[in-house]
């Protein structure tokens, strides 16, 4: 590997996440959600680390294989349930559960001569309007599954569209709406996600479903991370490779976007939109070189960004420059970019490294 760039990987601030999630949910049971990738840390590295979650939530049966091919043992469940009836026989074969959520897949389930035991999530729409049947026909899809022979655990599952917003009543609508949908069956119910575990303890129920949080991003918005004591995963990293000193009124980079207000040194950090970093950060965006914010100046290219050095005395390339991670929140660049922390954590593309490290290595 030549290219500087890194993406480091904290298992201690993985495991210390998932504490987190444990001491606000102590009565739950958690699903730690892994799909894309393991928010882009890399699926079997994550579910290793977190071997004390109770269970892995995933998005396609491929993710749960490679996790059994992995000896991965933990409960799977696929949150989108089966797209094609040919899924059933490997999610008996591999004890995968599956949420079901429309009347598609419960024909199919109907139909089908299953080979062995298999677990099901009822998903409603508890108001989020994306997947789910709704709450008055949960008695009905409720006995039509038990009907089906070979399902031995029937859970029921809803999701949260504005857990996020913790002023904003809708989501006691929702878990309102879930409660009385769920409460005449004695059967385990599911609704928190990050943002339900930490800002709206009446979500929590059996089993909470934690993403983002155990990657140590803020589930509820402008909350930093650290007052609901999670630590960043993630430390995207790479180098100065250049610092060039350019005159008053010179143009950098492409368009020529920033202009020079006055001679000033420039850098140049290896890493760009063609290895996940948002081409819409704007200038002024922060970067830590050598430990020390400065901002980004001019266009986002493929492979490289430029930033002001005037505020380091000495710039030297191969300096470390963080993109984020410690001391610089993924969120507070997400935000700079119009766009969201889980975007560009899932958005780290294939050609950086991941390297597990400890305790931020
Ligand atoms: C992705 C997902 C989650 C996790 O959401 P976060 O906001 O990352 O905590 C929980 N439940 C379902 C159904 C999901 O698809």
Same mark, same amino acid.
């Given at each position: 590997?030549?290219? $500087?760039?890194? @993406? ?20 739950? *049971? ?12 890399? %699926? ?25 091919? =992995?000896?991965?043992?933990? $409960?799977? &469940? ?35 001569? %299953? ?37 031995? !655990? ?19 609508? +929702?878990?309102?709406?879930? +409660? ?8 385990? &119910? ?11 303890? @009446? ?13 140590? =991003? ?29 005159? *008053? ?7 020529? @976007? ?11 950090? =290896? ?14 965006? $922060? ?5 020390? !914010? ?8 493929? #492979?490289?960004?430029?930033? #002001? ?9 191969? =300096? ?9 929140? /993924?969120?507070?660049? @997400? ?15 294939? !050609? /950086?490294? !991941? ?7």
């Amino acid at each position: 590997m030549t290219r $500087p760039l890194r @993406a480091f990987i904290d298992l201690h601030a993985l495991r210390h996440n998932l504490d987190c999630v444990r001491r606000l949910s102590p009565d739950s *049971k958690i699903m730690a959600i892994i799909k894309a990738d393991g928010y882009g840390h890399g %699926l079997q590295r994550v579910a290793a680390a977190l071997h004390q979650a109770n269970a892995f939530g995933l998005a396609s049966l491929e993710e749960a294989l490679q996790l059994r091919e =992995a000896g991965i043992a933990h $409960p799977l &469940c696929l949150l989108e349930g089966f797209f094609e009836p040919a899924e059933l026989p490997p999610l008996t074969r591999h004890r995968i559960a599956t949420v079901i959520h429309n009347e598609e897949q419960l024909q199919v389930l109907e139909q089908s001569r %299953l080979a062995g035991s298999l677990d099901v999530w009822i998903k409603i729409d508890t108001g989020m309007h994306r997947i789910g049947f709704p709450p008055e026909r949960l008695a009905e899809v409720l006995n039509r599954v038990t009907a089906i022979g070979l399902i031995s !655990r029937i859970g029921i599952m809803s999701h949260l569209a504005n857990a996020d917003d913790p002023a904003d009543a809708y989501t006691d609508t +929702q878990i309102a709406a879930f +409660q009385s949908a769920c409460d005449p069956f004695t059967k385990e &119910c599911s609704l928190a996600n990050s943002a339900g575990i930490v800002a709206w303890p @009446a979500s929590r129920l059996d089993w909470v479903r934690p993403g983002i949080m155990l990657y140590g =991003a803020s589930p509820v918005h402008d909350r930093d991370p650290a007052t609901i004591g999670l630590q960043p995963v993630m430390r995207l990293e790479s180098r100065l490779i250049a610092a060039n000193r350019f005159r *008053k009124g010179d143009a950098v980079g492409y368009q020529g @976007a920033w202009v020079c207000p006055e001679d000033m040194p420039v850098g140049v950090v =290896a890493c760009g939109y063609g290895d996940g970093y948002p081409r819409h950060a704007p200038t002024g965006t $922060p970067v830590l070189i050598d430990g020390r !914010r400065v901002p980004l100046i001019g266009r986002v290219s493929m #492979d490289m960004i430029t930033v #002001d050095l005037r505020d380091i005395p000495d710039p030297r390339v191969g =300096a470390p420059a963080v993109l984020w991670g410690d001391g610089i929140a /993924v969120a507070e660049i @997400a935000d700079r970019a119009g766009t969201i922390a889980y975007e560009l954590l899932c958005g780290v593309t294939g !050609r /950086v490294p !991941r390297i597990e490290v400890e305790h931020g290595g």
